[in-house]
């Protein structure tokens, strides 16, 4: 007469199961030991089932976890992401979103302290894209070089004071422009920047070497295009220095003293 067994389920004749040797005394296998401290599933209650499968879930997790990344992979993930970060980051840098916050006059410092270091790349980037393209344009067309180039703008001033002169300034005050004109500007390049304010930076630049010294009240019209402000034009007078001096004119419409067209007019 056939058996059930009571270890692995399937029927047997005979004293022990043939299948998983369930009842040979004489025989220890790892079935046997298995189902003496587990419980087949299917002998199991309905709470004994839950408890199984739950543990049996925690147990894969757990393997899932341990799994070895490829380190290449590792690497790619995260150079991918650093470049998703820095486009993020540049993208809200370039639209002003985000950076270190300019003040109108940073333009003015910098535009003077790159003509005191004869720097043609600092100057260039002074002025909105469309002059520094006519200055860079310029340089290129002379082919003398940025370093001669800056000299040759900057000879006026050596012959007037000095081969040694050298600039100093203080900024008066910044004054917000709420009416002014871009058509000079518009006419001579076509298009004209976005400017989101608009500034009249005056300043008093003094001029001193060897051969004399001289002080200007200067008048620089600035306008800020994204999150960088932009030299567009400056007006001057010599001599005497009060403080309620003033100089007016209209922004950005005067040829004769462009700083473009002065500095490109030097450079020839």
């Avoid at 370039?94 to 600092?122: C, H, M, P, Q, W």
């Avoid at 076509?190 to 009240?217: C, M, Q, Y």
Wanted: with cysteine.
């Amino acid at each position: 007469m056939s058996k059930i067994c009571k270890s692995c389920g399937k029927e047997y004749k005979g004293e022990f199961c043939e299948h998983c040797g369930y009842g040979d005394p004489d025989l220890e296998i790892k079935a046997v030991k298995k189902y003496q401290t587990n419980k087949p599933v299917r002998f199991m209650t309905a709470e004994e089932k839950e408890e199984h499968y739950k543990k049996l879930k925690e147990a894969q997790r757990d393997k899932n976890g341990k799994k070895k990344r490829d380190p290449k992979m590792v690497r790619l993930l995260i150079v991918l992401t650093i470049a998703a970060m820095l486009i993020v980051v540049g993208t809200l840098f370039g639209t002003g979103v985000i950076g270190f916050s300019e003040k109108s006059s940073d333009v003015v410092d910098k535009y003077l302290t790159a003509i005191n270091e004869r720097d043609f790349d600092k100057y260039s980037s002074c002025f909105p894209k469309e002059m520094q393209k006519d200055y860079e344009s310029d340089l290129k067309i002379s082919e003398i070089g940025d370093k001669k180039y800056m000299e040759t703008f900057a000879a006026d001033f050596a012959d007037t004071y000095g081969d040694d002169f050298t600039i100093g300034w203080k900024i008066q005050r910044a004054d917000e422009l709420t009416e002014y004109s871009l058509d000079g500007y518009k006419e001579a390049y076509g298009t004209v920047p976005d400017i989101s304010e608009a500034n009249l930076v005056v300043t008093d630049v003094t001029f001193k070497g060897s051969k004399g010294e001289e002080t200007f009240r200067m008048n620089f019209y600035v306008g800020k295009v994204g999150r960088h402000w932009k030299l567009f034009n400056l007006q001057y007078e010599p001599g005497i220095i009060t403080p309620d001096m003033e100089i007016t004119s209209s922004f950005a419409e005067s040829d004769t003293d462009s700083a473009a067209e002065s500095a490109a007019e030097s450079a020839e």
